[in-house]
């Protein structure tokens, strides 16, 4: 009786461990450690807007893009499904018309996908606590970017989607709230971006959500560093060091 009872107790075990998903956001993004942190890597001298993928190199935004569209994949080895998934993570609607269909803002970013149903806004089912996006940086400074400096028709473009996303009103965690430990709802693998108070702007930087040793770090493309790495403090204290640094909204891929 004793041996039936133990053969039940592990296959219990054994189901309730298979019945756990794997990570995929996670699992992939642990592959990127150690890649080398480059900026502007979607700027390529082409005078059509493309779907650049370069995986030896990623600045924080791309690195979350490609870990996103690789983990929706049903087969992580079909290169057309990859691209497919990059292409509606990285372009309003999936669609690719020019340089001012990129979600250039991670407000619309996380909307696209909010909309599409590949991701879950996670602080917005938990917490309470909400802040008003206002963008503007990108029509208030055409001169930093290469296909707006001699273009006024898409810095036209680009402050009328500014108008469209000012007002938003979207949830995060303020930084002072956060624990160490972080929060039972925030798992491995959700996407961290980080709210910022510096004009025109909603976030200054994204990553991975990683559990160190009880401890919630982030996992990103650091340009500190110049690579990917999990960070060495947690996501806390990381916060309270980052000048203009309001908190962080959190987000799930949702497969």
Not at 18 to 27: E, G, Q, T
Not at 34 to 50: C, D, F, I, W
Not at 150 to 165: G, N, T
Request: aromatic letters at 8%.
């Amino acid at each position: 009786m004793k041996k039936i009872l133990l053969v039940i107790l592990a296959l219990f075990s054994v189901s309730l461990y298979a019945a756990v998903p794997k990570n995929s956001m996670l699992d992939n993004g642990l592959k990127f450690l150690g890649v080398p942190y480059v900026a502007h890597t979607l700027e390529v001298n082409s005078p059509r807007e493309l779907l650049v993928v370069n995986l030896k190199q990623v600045d924080c935004t791309t690195f979350v893009e490609y870990v996103l569209a690789r983990s929706l994949c049903n087969n992580p080895n079909d290169e057309a499904q990859f691209e497919d998934r990059l292409r509606m993570i990285r372009y309003r609607d999936g669609v690719i018309d020019g340089y001012t269909s990129r979600l250039h803002y991670s407000t619309e970013w996380v909307m696209n996908g909010l909309k599409h149903g590949y991701l879950t806004d996670i602080a917005a089912a938990y917490n309470k606590d909400t802040t008003t996006v206002h963008v503007s940086f990108m029509s208030a400074h055409p001169d930093k970017y290469v296909q707006l400096k001699d273009s006024p028709a898409d810095v036209a473009r680009i402050a009328q989607k500014e108008r469209e996303l000012s007002g938003q009103v979207v949830h995060y965690i303020p930084r002072e709230k956060l624990p160490v430990k972080g929060f039972k709802w925030i798992h491995d693998g959700d996407i961290i971006l980080l709210v910022t108070n510096m004009p025109g702007l909603d976030n200054s930087h994204l990553g991975i959500a990683t559990y160190q040793n009880g401890e919630l770090h982030l996992l990103h493309a650091s340009s500190l560093d110049m690579k990917v790495k999990i960070q060495e403090e947690p996501l806390r204290e990381q916060l309270m060091k980052r000048k203009g640094c309001l908190g962080i909204r959190v987000v799930r891929m949702k497969k």
